[in-house]
């Protein structure tokens, strides 16, 4: 148990649509990073945020976005879903430099 | 090229037999980490190395900076180890993980 804890757990939406992806870190980390892990593949970075600010994007298209909230949860929001967007999303909670802590994910399919 | 490459991609043992799983990675980093991803997703941070050593219970990690290289090694293997193992590496300040590919390891009885 890592105390972060992600919603839903899994989520089927049709292409074109939006979606929005939870996360609540562990109390007191100032920093979430997101992750999109494809099948088979190692996770890839998306974006951090550091005090409810970004602080570094990965190669990912304007349609992923995301808020960090006070109470130390955050979102994931992509719009026009793609059939690649298809893929398990991973968000993790640290003090900005310390070692991350993983919530379980959520598994997106998109039809 | 990955800046981070694992070897090997698939790992299959014996229960009882001494396992190391090889990174190499080609940038400057600030720190290495090893991961366990259990069937389902979840990710389990092993360590998080700059130098040298570490040990936690039958888990060994050790570093090469010079030759930018890193193993981690599982003493007297146990099915309960299989699972997929993951190298990242952090660079400057900041904590973006850049992932390779993982080791699937299993251990059989």
């Known amino acids: 148990e890592t105390g972060v804890t992600q919603s839903p757990t899994h989520l089927i939406k049709t292409r074109g649509q939006q979606v929005t992806l939870r996360c609540s870190s562990q109390?007191?980390?100032?920093?979430v990073s997101w992750y999109q892990q494809a099948l088979g593949q190692g996770p890839q970075f998306i974006f951090q945020y550091y005090r409810e600010e970004e602080n570094g994007r990965g190669n990912f298209p304007p349609r992923f976005s995301g808020l960090q909230f006070p109470n130390y949860s955050s979102e994931l929001n992509v719009n026009a879903l793609e059939l690649d967007d298809s893929a398990l999303y991973l968000c993790a909670s640290s003090e900005l430099s310390d070692t991350q802590y993983f919530g379980p994910g959520t598994r997106l399919t998109v039809l | 090229k990955n800046e981070v490459e694992q070897s090997p991609q698939n790992l299959t043992a014996q229960e009882g037999e001494f396992i190391t799983i090889n990174c190499s990675y080609s940038v400057g980093i600030s720190a290495l980490h090893w991961l366990q991803q259990h069937p389902g997703g979840g990710i389990v941070s092993l360590f998080m190395l700059s130098s040298g050593k570490k040990k936690h219970g039958r888990l060994i990690a050790t570093i090469n900076i010079q030759e930018k290289h890193s193993s981690l090694h599982i003493t007297a293997s146990h099915p309960r180890d299989s699972a997929v193992y993951i190298c990242?590496?952090?660079?400057?300040?900041?904590?973006?993980?850049?992932f390779g590919e993982g080791t699937q390891l299993t251990v059989n009885p």
């Open positions: 109390s007191g980390h100032n920093t």
């Open positions: 990242a590496v952090t660079r400057g300040s900041g904590s973006r993980l850049t």
